[in-house]
T-cell receptor
Framework: KAGVTQTPRYLIKTRGQQVTLSCSPISGHRSVSWYQQTPGQGLQFLFE???????NKGNFPGRFSGRQFSNSRSEMNVSTLELGDSALYLC?????????????FGPGTRLTVL | SQQGEEDPQALSIQEGENATMNCSYK?????LQWYRQNSGRGLVHLILIRSNEREKHSGRLRVTLDTSKKSSSLLITASRAADTASYFC??????????FGQGTTLQVKP
């Protein structure tokens, strides 16, 4: 099976712009989670989607949003970008319906905000 | 929140030696997972141990779990330079929200 794919891999934006990142989970996986990783804050949970519904949410402002499509692909959007949004954004998919399963991570999208 | 705290923060050993990393957490869990992150292969799931298990093996990895002490350990035997990475323990409960700590940075010197 192909792994989790994320596009684009690298992105440069300027403050105030918005950005959309895409994640394709492993075939058959219905849960997709998003994380932000920065040197200062480490890995932080953004949100999780299961069957097109947001099931869990982290402590991020409303500028960060996401959605999941019927084929389980997911997108996250960040509006009104700030310098502090520069980070590696990781997407992970999980195959089980419950909460107790390992997550498989994609390579990430490196976002730089200038 | 269910976050693991890894100890030590950094560990440096010679190739061939064993590496032991510890993890403590504060709430009740359903399982505990260990992940590894390095620049070459990204963030990778290593092993999952359920709350009713005490020990689990996978190749050169051995994980223990003591729910009474709310602690876990990861042992890597016969370490290799390729084991150089950050290791995270992630306790998980009844939500799909994984909270990562700062991890243990392991350096294996050839």
């Amino acid at each position: 099976k192909a792994g989790v794919t994320q596009t684009p891999r690298y992105l440069i934006k300027t403050r105030g712009q918005q950005v959309t990142l895409s994640c394709s989970p492993i075939s058959g996986h219905r849960s997709v989670s998003w994380y932000q990783q920065t040197p200062g804050q480490g890995l932080q949970f953004l949100f999780e989607y299961f069957s097109e519904t947001q099931r869990n949410k982290g402590n991020f402002p409303g500028r960060f949003s996401g959605r999941q499509f019927s084929n389980s692909r997911s997108e996250m959007n960040v509006s009104t970008l700030e310098l502090g949004d520069s980070a590696l954004y990781l997407c992970a998919s999980s195959g089980g319906q419950g909460y107790y399963n390992e997550q498989f991570f994609g390579p990430g999208t490196r976002l730089t905000v200038l | 929140s269910q976050q693991g705290e890894e100890d030590p923060q950094a560990l440096s050993i010679q190739e061939g030696e064993n590496a032991t990393m510890n993890c403590s957490y504060k709430t009740s869990i359903n399982n505990l997972q260990w992940y590894r992150q390095n620049s070459g292969r990204g963030l990778v799931h290593l092993i999952l141990i359920r709350s009713n298990e005490r020990e689990k093996h996978s190749g050169r990895l051995r994980v223990t779990l003591d729910t009474s002490k709310k602690s876990s350990s990861l042992l890597i035997t016969a370490s290799r330079a390729a084991d150089t990475a950050s290791y995270f323990c992630v306790p998980s409960g009844n939500t799909g929200k994984l909270i990562f700590g700062q991890g243990t940075t392991l350096q294996v010197k050839p």
